[in-house]
């Protein structure tokens, strides 16, 4: 079971760049998905979450109103397309799967237990 995420990328600030995870070994189209991201010298964390319907998001204010996520379970692909970038957005992207939360959606880092190996997005200023 793999998760793939991709997309990433060097960006200037105020650009846009748009990451795909694409599931392989396994479905995850009933299930919560999540992208979460990493600065260097900082934890991991939350950046947005998606139903597994699509029909539910869910977004860290950090990211409010700049990122969308969406889904087409067909393609057992999540997206996030970021625009608006900033210095700050700068980090590793990492995608995951919930395959035990009965919600329609979860921020919580330690509930998602399929986790993609990341793609790197840097802003420049």
């Known amino acids: 079971v793999q998760l793939q995420a991709s997309g990433g990328g060097l960006v200037q600030a105020g650009g846009s760049l748009r990451l795909s995870c694409t599931a392989s070994?396994?479905?995850?189209?009933?299930?919560?998905m999540g992208w979460f991201r990493q600065a260097p010298g900082k934890e991991r964390e939350f950046v947005a979450t998606?139903?597994?319907?699509?029909?539910?998001?869910y977004y860290a204010d950090s990211v409010k109103g700049r990122f969308t996520i969406s889904r087409d379970n067909a393609k057992n692909t999540v997206y996030l397309q970021m625009n608006s970038l900033k210095p700050e957005d700068t980090a590793v992207y990492y995608c995951?799967?919930?395959?035990?939360?009965?919600?329609?959606?979860?921020?919580?880092?330690?509930?998602?237990?399929?986790w993609g190996q990341g793609t790197q997005v840097t802003v420049s200023s």
């Open positions: 998606i139903s597994w319907s699509g029909g539910v998001t």
């Open positions: 995951a799967a919930d395959t035990e939360t009965s919600s329609s959606w979860s921020v919580r880092r330690t509930g998602y237990d399929y």
């Open positions: 070994g396994r479905t995850f189209s009933r299930n919560v």
